[in-house]
């Protein structure tokens, strides 16, 4: 398991069966200090997160940082995670989508909330294969098919 701290530029790996933690620093440069709210792995194997307040996402395989920016101005992206589709979805609070991003790219497609001012905060993959995401604002739980 991973978790990003949003005051530092570190990411922390835990280990749950043996309660070992491993810290990983200046895994996407001081960049990650500007609010990192989010963090996923993806299977190759690179960490993903978001950066709420400079409006970018940003990937490391553990040790090398980079990150992307969002095309959206100020679309506050929030939530991360891996699609079924193996693409990098995550929600945009300010602009009040749902986006992807496809690994490598610097590629976005975005899809919009049919609810107003929804505040869209989390997101994960179901069971079911579709994306599922609060609606914090709004308290609902949505979904996209991706």
């Not at 990003?4 to 990411?11: C, K, L």
């Not at 963090?39 to 709420?52: Q, Y």
């Not at 040790?63 to 991360?80: E, K, L, W, Y």
Request: aromatic residues 10%; negative net charge.
């Amino acid at each position: 398991m991973y978790v990003a701290s949003a005051t530092t530029n570190d990411v922390y790996e835990i280990n749950p069966a043996s309660g070992t933690t491993t810290t990983h620093s200046g895994v996407a440069s001081a960049r990650i200090t500007q609010l990192t709210c989010c963090v996923t792995i993806a299977s190759t194997p690179n960490l993903f997160g978001t950066e709420n307040s400079i409006n970018r996402i940003w990937y490391a395989p553990i040790g090398i940082g980079a990150h992307t920016d969002i095309p959206t101005p100020g679309s506050g992206p929030f939530g991360i995670t891996v699609g079924p589709d193996f693409n990098i979805w995550f929600t945009e609070q300010n602009s009040n989508d749902i986006a992807i991003n496809y690994p490598g790219s610097t590629t976005f497609k975005t899809f919009p909330i049919p609810t107003t001012n929804s505040g869209a905060g989390l997101l994960t993959t179901g069971p079911d294969g579709n994306l599922w995401f609060t609606e914090i604002t709004a308290n609902k739980v949505g979904v996209i098919t991706p």
